[in-house]
């Protein structure tokens, strides 16, 4: 019986359709990853759902948008769940789109022919940031609206264009209602829109490059020039595994949800005062994710730190898989032959998290360093 | 290999997110280990009096028009009192309010000592008072009677 | 597996849409049910939030959903949270909301949110001794009797001087210390070394707050304050009967205190020869307008001999028995030895201009302190609790204020602010009134300004120079202006008779036996008391009381049997001898009406009678609603009293 419903629900034309050939569905199963990439996908749905849901509680005014929020919070039904869920969700997004990330350079899956689906993917690791950037002013609170002081006030160090793109980027020379309704326009209709081309476009790339090269190439190490996959082997796909993996994709869908509940019903998103430009808080920090940013700068030199340093990475990481043009190792975590590359990769990830720590953590007023067992002075 | 992983990646998302969630409120200045706090002389505003909005309104008439001759605890030696023929009514004693309901206790606010068949040199008062001044009065006066004063 | 978790988080999401002002409606909506216990029908009750939108003062105000009762007669004695709201005149719900009186955040719907301080919230709900603090928002500076802790405060903060230090935009900073030059020729050194140490070991009930010096600091300031000039030697004589009567007759105890009893408006006198070199009290008493202009002390008008032998009684009699002469001696030298440059380094730093002018060599510098004019608003963040440890639930600025009234230094001792050491009440007058500074502005719709202004009656001319030659002001009230330790002479002219004035000005005797307070005897002249007479009678009248002429006759006030009836309503009816006295007979709660005829005008007994409350309205007496023929015999009575 339960065969049979089982047959009836996934046997069928649309979920054969997400893939253009058949897969060796036995390997696909044993993959030794957690299929991120899907889960990314599952906490975009989560994050439009409830952003379309708190969008009709939500004003971008200066004046009414902490209103809303509070509206959320107490008057409007399952309001302060869905906010909760919005906020965590975002964080768990900006978390596992890097961990997906961390993933494909390790298992060198990147590598011909998926350059390109490196690239839009780390567009869309953009895109999240810059998201997660409009969506931390949104509740219009003191932590908010100074984190966006201090981001745009780090645009300002590029050269020539610098005040003209903080201008831009507020509508104004300071942060106001028009950097409010800016932020607003990009977080709830150009950025989902970007995001949903650049998504499909990765999706498309996902599905012609084959899925994940382990599965395809189950577990040949070398591959040579022109060669074709090997046929699968071991126990053949069958109707009914077919209907594992959309089990397991859609069993994790819901994980993800119950985790994501589940925090927020433990926990309640932060909010703090309504922004005040009169008070300043000490110290000022920008969002979690960037605050390794602004550690950075710290150090001085905003131009090197602040501009040169973050693009240059940008452009290196684009650049990365038409610069390693090896042939070993795809698909398999770790690969010996790639040992220089995952220690590099590593170090520059350990040293952007430890900035994030210690800005974040390790950092009090006046930006002085404090441990955590000292106390910070008021004034 | 892959659920050891799996969790592993999990365990830390969830580290992470826990953490991160007390954020700046972390360390809300100042708190230091040296400090003694409230024996170190902070104290809060005291909560002026038991009495309910309408008995504090009762008092402030009271202290004022009424304590002269009924005394401040309503034992009926106010300073004027030892001037009169008659000593005025002892407001704190419970069985004499016991007896005196509110209409008869409003009646002799407002019309005089007379109205009760009283000395008069319990003047009337009801051209200054509203009626509701004496019931705020009234129930101020009748907490003059009970155990435990104020 | 995916079903289990389904169910588990509809659960979850069920369970959480329970917010925690349901339970509170439930037990409502079964009180309600109770209460209509009568009636057939249960009474309509809706669940959810309830909210008031006051758009004009942008607050949101969600207190309803639990305070239920708040507009319901019937749960006047109902616990909280539904206890009806007391009566509060005019000022309706749908107008105001809660919020604006209260604090709070009336956003929230959840009573910790709401009651505050939350995290993100730090404007707590005012604790009972602050409430009036936002009266002053709509009503105004000068509200006396229906916010009389604000009223309080703040008079309390006009008296200590603190706006000399903290500015508050719109108000005059006005400097209420005396001025300190030339102290050589004042007071003694070791005295001023005493004072600077502890003003209140000698003078308990003094505003000056305690600067708090290490006792080198002290000596130095004194010898700052103690340069230029000498005084002079002036051979005091021993202590005289006469010199002790003509003290006594002169009651100064209506202004200063001995030993703590008197008055307040005046120093301290019980120790005085231990602060004052006697140059300065034969000077003070002969002028005091001379050496302090703002002086509130009269010009008494006593020959020099008399004042010589008053200074002998004060000095033999009024000592500091507790002063060991040899301390004293130290002391002097200390200030001798002080080091000046110091002690000008201190002055400056410690803002002894804030409330002291003319300090010599020493620049005034303004407002040292904290800008008050909007302390009611501040944010928490800039308050700076030091090392005292506080629970979250009481970090708020109100109680940070309180403390800081009680004890100025309690947070950080190195601070500039003297210690006022106010008491418990006071410190939640000043507190409230602070609270109530919060540099906004309602909308006009709002605004009514209660209470009364200060006046600024100044006379001018002979009445003028006469008024402040003796300082009329100090005691009585004139068109609004004035202290009210003394009877109001607005309407002077039409109340006494001139014959009578004469003579009280000449030997004033009382009024109301029943004060401590008296006239004192000024060494007035014919003329001033012309001056005066001129002006009452042309000015401070009263037309109500004039037209009252001639609607009596004389004859008719002799009529005995009109007498016999007053005096029957003066003791039967009204008894008013309950509180007035005759002949050393009746209470003494009003002033003494033995032959009051000589006193008061006929026409002032006769509207007086008619209304009381007429011109003093915060008065015991009871208004009596007396018939016309009442009046008629109560005066006569009163008028034909000997």
Known sequence: MRTDARDLLFQNRFWKSFVRKEIPVNQWLRTKILGLGLINFYLFVILTITGILLMFYYTPDTERAYQGIKDLEYVASFGLIFRNMHRYAAYLMLISVFLHMSRVFFTAEYREPREFNWVTGFVLFLCTAVMAITGYILPWDQKGYWAMTITSNVVTSAPVIGEKLKYLILGGNEVGQNALVHAYGMHVKIMPLIIGLVMGVHFWRIRKDDFLAWAVWGGHLDFKEGETPPAPQGPEQGPSLWQDIIVRELSKFLLILALVMGISLLFNAPLEEGANPSVTPSPVKAPWFLVGMQELLSWGAPFFFGVLVPNVMIVLIILIPYMDRGREGIGVWFHPSRRLANILFTAVVTVYLGLIIVGQFLRGPGWVFYWPWQSWPIH | ?150 | ?642
């Open chain 2, 1 to 150: 290999m892959k659920r050891y992983l799996a969790l592993m990646i999990l365990a830390g998302v969830l580290v992470l997110i826990v953490l991160n969630l007390p954020g700046e409120g972390q360390k809300p200045g100042g708190e230091g280990p040296e400090a003694k706090g409230k024996a170190a002389g902070f104290s809060l505003p005291r909560r002026q009096t038991t009495l309910t909005f309408v008995e504090r309104k009762g008092k402030t008439l009271y202290d004022f028009y009424c304590v002269l001759c009924h005394g401040a605890t309503g034992n009926g030696d106010g300073f004027n009192s030892f001037n009169l023929t008659q000593q005025p009514a002892k407001l704190a004693d419970p069985h004499l309010l016991a007896k005196l309901s509110d209409a008869q206790i409003m009646a002799v606010v407002k019309k005089g000592g007379a109205a009760l068949g009283l000395s008069s040199q319990m003047p009337s008062w009801g051209s200054l008072f509203k009626d509701q001044d004496i019931t705020s009065l009234i129930a101020y006066v009748r907490t003059l009677s009970k155990p435990g004063g104020e």
């Open chain 3, 1 to 642: 597996m995916a079903l289990l978790v389904l169910l588990l988080f509809i659960g979850q999401l069920w369970k959480n849409s329970n917010p925690s002002y349901l339970a509170y409606q439930k037990q409502f909506k079964s009180l309600l049910i109770q209460k209509a216990a009568q009636k057939s029908k249960d009474p309509e009750f809706r669940f959810g939030v309830r909210q008031r939108w006051i758009e004009k003062l942008k607050k949101t105000d969600r207190c309803e959903t639990c305070h239920l009762g708040m507009e319901d007669p019937r749960f006047q004695n109902a616990l909280q949270p539904f206890r009806s709201h007391p009566d509060v005149g005019g000022h309706d719900f749908e107008k105001f909301g809660c919020t604006v009186c209260h604090g709070g955040q009336g956003l929230a719907t959840s009573r910790n949110d709401a009651h505050g301080p939350v995290e993100n919230w730090n404007q707590a709900i005012y604790h009972q001794a602050f409430m009036e603090n936002s009266c002053g928002l709509c009503h105004g500076e000068f509200i006396q009797d229906q916010a009389p802790v604000l009223a309080r405060g703040r008079t309390a903060f006009q008296e200590h001087g603190c706006r000399g230090c903290h500015l508050v935009r719109g108000k005059e900073r006005i400097i209420v210390g005396p001025p300190l030059d030339r102290m050589t020729q004042r007071v003694k050194s070791d005295w001023l070394y005493r004072w600077i140490l502890n003003p209140k070991a000698y003078l308990p009930k003094t505003k000056m707050p305690n600067p708090k010096f290490s006792p080198q600091q002290a000596a130095d300031v004194a010898a700052v304050l103690f340069q230029g000039g000498k005084s002079l030697e002036v051979k005091v004589g021993q202590p005289t009967a006469e010199g002790k009567k003509t003290f006594l007759d002169s009651r100064c105890v209506s202004c200063h205190s001995l030993e703590g009893k008197g008055g307040i408006l005046g120093p301290e006198l019980s120790k005085i020869s231990s602060k004052m070199v006697p140059d300065r009290l034969i000077r003070i008493i002969k002028n005091p307008h001379e050496l302090w202009a703002a002086s509130q002390m009269p010009i008494y008008g006593f020959s020099d001999q008399e004042i010589l032998k008053i200074v002998d009684y004060l000095v033999g009699e009024y000592i500091d028995l507790e002063l060991d002469e040899s301390q004293a001696a130290a002391q002097a030298r200390m200030v001798q030895a002080g080091n000046k440059l110091r002690g000008k380094e201190l002055i400056e730093k410690q803002g002894c201009t804030g409330c002291h002018t003319q300090i010599e060599g020493v620049k005034d510098r303004g407002e040292i302190g904290l800008e008050m004019t909007a302390i009611g608003a501040i944010h928490i963040s800039h308050l700076d609790f030091g090392r005292i440890r506080v629970a979250p639930q009481d970090r708020t600025v109100p109680n940070w204020l309180y403390n800081k009234m009680k004890n100025s230094r309690l947070f950080k001792t190195d601070l500039k602010m003297p210690d006022y050491a106010f008491g418990d009440r006071e410190a939640e007058a000043v507190t409230t009134y602070l609270l109530g500074l919060k540099g906004q502005e309602v909308p006009a719709a709002f605004s009514l300004p209660l209470g009364v202004k200060p006046s600024s009656f100044a006379p001018q001319g002979k009445f003028g120079r006469v008024v402040d030659k003796y300082r009329c002001f100090t005691c009585h009230k004139i068109l609004g202006r004035g202290g009210e330790m003394a009877t109001d002479l607005t309407q002077e002219g039409s109340r006494v008779h001139r014959a009578w004035l004469e003579k009280f000005m000449k030997a004033p005797d009382t009024i109301r036996p029943i004060l401590v307070e008296r006239m004192p005897p000024f060494k007035i002249q014919a003329s001033e008391i012309e001056t005066l007479y001129t002006f009452f009678e042309a000015a401070l009248v009263d037309d109500r009381v004039e037209n009252l002429t001639g609607t009596i006759k004389e004859n008719a006030l002799r009529d005995p049997a009109l007498i016999q009836q007053g005096k029957n309503l003066y003791h039967q009816k009204y008894a008013c001898q309950a509180c007035h006295q005759i002949n050393h007979q009746g209470g003494l709660i009003g002033p003494d009406l033995t032959k009051v005829g000589d006193r008061l005008r006929i026409e002032w007994i006769l509207y007086y009678l008619r209304n009381p409350k007429a011109f003093v309205k915060r008065s015991v007496e009871p208004a009596f609603k007396l018939a016309d023929k009442e009046i008629e015999a109560m005066a006569a009575f009163l008028v034909s009293s000997k």
